[in-house]
């Protein structure tokens, strides 16, 4: 990739990212309880999440589509737009990073999907769409886009073009209270299927703690789902964090 080229996507990128921040970060979700990350009504979080303003940049929880528009005007300029989802409304600022050096033996134009998010847990709740655009300068030499978050890639090998994957089917939004299946494991006897929840319905990051487990570290992870269980594998407590 020659040098005016990269400079381009780099500035475009930017200006990407700064309309998106105005456009398209979703609108915060009303207060609530912290879950199992040690935030509480009477107690409040721990130490390091007491700065509820500071934001990190992270990968997107999923990416379920990736589209490429040609425009016919400015010589041709493509634009990728990438759909995904996150974990909480707390998210914002969709945008879209190069991690492509040089031009690609594949040809394929690999980017990563991220957007701030607040260093504080989140509580359950539905997933929040998110979506970001990216313009690339004409006469580049991509012939497809791969557009990866935390948990997976979605890759459009045909330019202009539209791809997509299905959305997870449990968000956990409502596991609280229901019964753990881990993985291989049986369900327990008698109980209705609209209260179990199955690891294997769960495709994203998991830490699951039972009663006897400790916890040797404490690091953020806003797309990790954390699940602490009962001594009969009821969810007892359940935090994005």
Not at 139 to 158: D, E, F
Request: hydrophobic share 45%.
């Amino acid at each position: 990739m020659t040098r005016p080229l990269l400079f381009a996507i780099a500035c475009l990128s930017a200006a990407s990212w700064a309309l998106s921040a105005q456009a398209q970060t979703p609108t915060a979700a009303p207060p609530q309880a912290a879950g199992p990350s040690g935030g509480s009504a009477s107690g409040g979080p721990p130490a390091a999440y007491n700065s509820p303003a500071a934001v990190v940049p992270w990968p997107v929880m999923m990416v379920t589509s990736v589209e490429v528009l040609r425009s016919s005007r400015a010589g041709g300029m493509d634009i990728i737009r990438a759909r995904g989802l996150v974990t909480s409304g707390d998210w914002g600022q969709p945008h879209l990073v190069p991690i492509t050096r040089g031009e690609p033996v594949d040809g394929i134009l690999d980017l990563i999907f991220q957007g701030v998010v607040p260093t504080t847990p989140a509580a359950l709740g539905p997933f929040m769409p998110f979506e970001a655009m990216l313009p690339v300068a004409p006469g580049h030499p991509y012939k497809g886009v791969r557009v990866r978050s935390g948990s997976n890639a979605v890759v459009l090998k045909t330019l202009p073009g539209y791809t997509e994957i299905a959305a997870p089917k449990e968000d956990c939004a409502k596991c609280r209270g229901k019964f753990f299946v881990a993985k291989g494991a049986a369900a327990p006897a008698g109980a209705a299927a609209d209260s179990i929840v199955r690891e294997t319905d769960l495709p994203y990051v998991l830490r699951v703690i039972k009663p006897t487990d400790g916890l040797p570290s404490y690091a953020f992870d806003p797309n990790r789902l954390t699940l602490v269980l009962s001594e009969d594998n009821r969810i007892v407590d359940a935090a994005w964090d």
